[in-house]
Nanobody
């Protein structure tokens, strides 16, 4: 059974840091690109960051100087390190695993974890 379980969300003050984790099971984690998305109230879900199966990363412009997304294939876990957090970073953060083959695509989502940035 495929599972993506996010953790590490919570309440943090502006300027603070959080590290989210996404623990994967039920598939070959190292073969998948892993992404983080977020969705704020009343807004569409947006891409935050991606790390490919080969370790290449890319970030949304507003986050690339503040967020990083390392992965640990030995632990089947991807992280989102968030620094210098702003109130506008408040959202539910989701983990996504994706693998594209010639004739099939595998696409899994976690349940999300709430991040609230407020004083």
């Amino acid at each position: 059974q495929v599972q993506l379980v996010e953790s590490g969300g919570g309440l943090v003050q502006p300027g603070g840091s959080l590290r989210l984790s996404c623990a994967a099971s039920g598939f070959t984690f190292s073969s998948y690109a892993m992404s983080w998305y977020r969705q704020a109230p009343g807004k569409e879900r947006e891409l935050v960051a991606t790390i490919t199966s080969t370790g290449s990363t890319n970030y949304a412009d507003s986050m690339k100087d503040r967020f990083t997304t390392p992965r640990d294939n030995a632990k089947n876990t991807v992280y989102l390190q968030m620094n210098s957090l702003k109130p506008e970073d408040t959202a539910v953060y989701y983990c996504r695993a994706r693998r594209r083959l010639v004739y099939r695509e595998y696409d899994y989502w976690g349940q999300g974890t709430q991040v609230t940035v407020s004083s």
